[in-house]
């Protein structure tokens, strides 16, 4: 079984860009797709991006996905942060032997 | 347009067997490449993937919680069902449903909490 690491928490101002890293323990990142879910307080998990960088129906495009086979890591960035943006992030991807496997969440702050 | 919802009991007691519905619509899991998840989340705590089944009635299972777990499926129902033997409270979650294509959960259900305590 593989995981996916990201950082606990992160935090930045109105206006300013921040990334959230999802870094893949064991397998090459670029094998398989790389999802990314915004989680309000109190709310199911949305899909921001799918399949590495596509930005899901209605995601502003201030989101963007990637990945960096160097890091074995997939990044979320959000540009022109705004304090809606608050909320839990969660990476997930898979392989042949798990379907799922999520990340341990990011909690971003906008302050 | 696709609704996922689940349903279950709010609070079960320690040894017990939590049995969860998820009820769908908008699209079939008879259709090739489409899957229902089922997803919890202690408290302030991560999501956890449980059980994915295919429309191929392929089931697959949370290596570390395998021998706890049953999935299965109705499509004239439009329902998933996931068993969870032997509940604990550490077993507190809300518990999720979501439609799955190509591993990626793309229609969440809002979820339901399920108290496990005496």
């Known amino acids: 079984n593989f995981v996916l690491t990201q950082p606990h928490s992160v935090s930045e101002s109105p206006g300013k860009t921040v990334t959230i890293s999802c870094t893949r323990s064991s397998g090459s990142i670029g094998t398989n797709y790389v999802q990314w879910y915004q989680q309000r307080p109190g709310s199911a998990p949305t899909t921001v991006i799918s399949?590495?960088?596509?930005?899901a129906s209605g995601v502003p495009d201030r989101f963007s996905g990637s990945i960096d086979s160097s890091s074995n890591s997939a990044s979320l960035t959000i540009a022109g942060l705004k304090t809606e943006d608050e909320a839990d992030y969660f990476c997930q991807s898979y392989d042949s032997s798990n379907p799922v496997v999520f990340g341990g969440g990011t909690k971003l702050t906008v302050l | 347009q696709v609704t996922v919802r689940e349903s279950g009991p709010a609070l079960v007691k320690p040894t017990q067997t939590l049995t969860l519905t998820c009820t769908f619509s908008g699209f079939s899991l008879s259709t090739p490449g489409m899957c229902v998840s089922w997803i919890r989340q202690p408290p302030g705590k991560a999501l956890e993937w449980l059980a994915l089944i295919d429309w191929d009635d392929e089931k697959y299972y949370n290596t570390s919680l395998r021998n706890r777990l049953t999935i299965s499926k109705d499509p004239s129902k439009n329902q998933v069902v996931l068993t969870m033997s032997n509940m604990d409270p550490v077993d507190t979650a809300t518990y999720y449903c979501a439609r799955t294509r190509n591993r990626h959960l793309d229609s969440w259900g809002q979820g339901t909490l399920v108290t496990v305590s005496s």
């Open positions: 399949e590495d960088n596509q930005r």
